[in-house]
C-alpha cells in the first residue's frame, strides 16, 4: 500500500504534464469522473460539507485499521478536487491522515486556480477528513 506522501508525489507528477490550467481543469473532471460512487443514502445533510458553495458528501468507514472514503458532489470542478482528496486519504490509518501534509495542493497549484469560494470548500473538505481520522483514530485507541 502506498504511503499518503507516496500519493501525493503520484498527483503532483500527474499534474506537472499539463502545461496550462485548461488541461489541468480537463484532468481533474476526469478523476471526478472515477470517484468511487458514494452510496445514495449517504447524499444527506448529514454528510454534506458545510462551507462548500456546491453540494460536496463525504463518507468514512472504518476497515481493518485503515479509513474508506467515498464521496460525491453537484459540480464537475468539485467533485475532481475531492476525488485528489479521497485518493490522497482513502485507505489509510487515522494517524497516518491526521499528521499528513497537504501542501500538495499547492504544489499542483490548486489553491490559486480556484475562486475563493472553491478554495474556502476545499479547506473544509480537508477539515472533514481530519475529523473523520480524529473520531476513528479515538475509537481505534478506545
Known amino acids: 500500500m502506498s504511503s499518503i506522501q507516496e500519493i501525493q508525489q503520484e498527483i503532483i507528477e500527474e499534474f506537472e504534464?499539463?502545461?496550462?490550467?485548461?488541461?489541468r481543469y480537463e484532468y481533474m473532471i476526469e478523476l471526478g469522473k472515477s470517484l468511487p460512487l458514494i452510496d445514495d443514502k449517504y447524499k444527506t445533510d448529514e454528510y454534506i460539507i458545510k462551507g462548500c458553495q456546491s453540494k460536496v458528501w463525504v463518507h468514512a468507514d472504518f476497515n481493518e485499521g485503515n479509513i474508506e472514503f467515498t464521496?460525491?458532489?453537484d459540480a464537475i470542478i468539485t467533485k475532481g478536487i475531492i476525488?485528489?482528496?479521497?485518493?490522497?486519504?482513502?485507505?489509510?490509518?487515522?494517524?497516518?491522515?491526521?499528521?499528513?501534509?497537504?501542501?500538495?495542493?499547492?504544489?499542483?497549484?490548486?489553491?490559486?486556480?480556484?475562486?475563493?469560494?472553491?478554495?474556502?470548500?476545499?479547506?473544509?473538505?480537508?477539515?472533514?477528513?481530519?475529523l473523520y481520522a480524529v473520531a476513528y483514530q479515538a475509537k481505534a485507541e478506545s
Do not use: C, Y
Request: net charge negative; hydrophobic share 45%.
Open 17 to 23: 504534464m499539463f502545461d496550462d490550467w485548461m488541461q
Open 71 to 73: 464521496a460525491d458532489s
Open 83 to 130: 476525488a485528489i482528496l479521497i485518493r490522497s486519504f482513502s485507505n489509510q490509518p487515522p494517524q497516518a491522515i491526521l499528521d499528513a501534509d497537504t501542501s500538495f495542493i499547492d504544489k499542483i497549484g490548486l489553491k490559486e486556480h480556484l475562486s475563493p469560494t472553491r478554495a474556502n470548500g476545499l479547506v473544509s473538505m480537508i477539515k472533514q477528513i481530519k
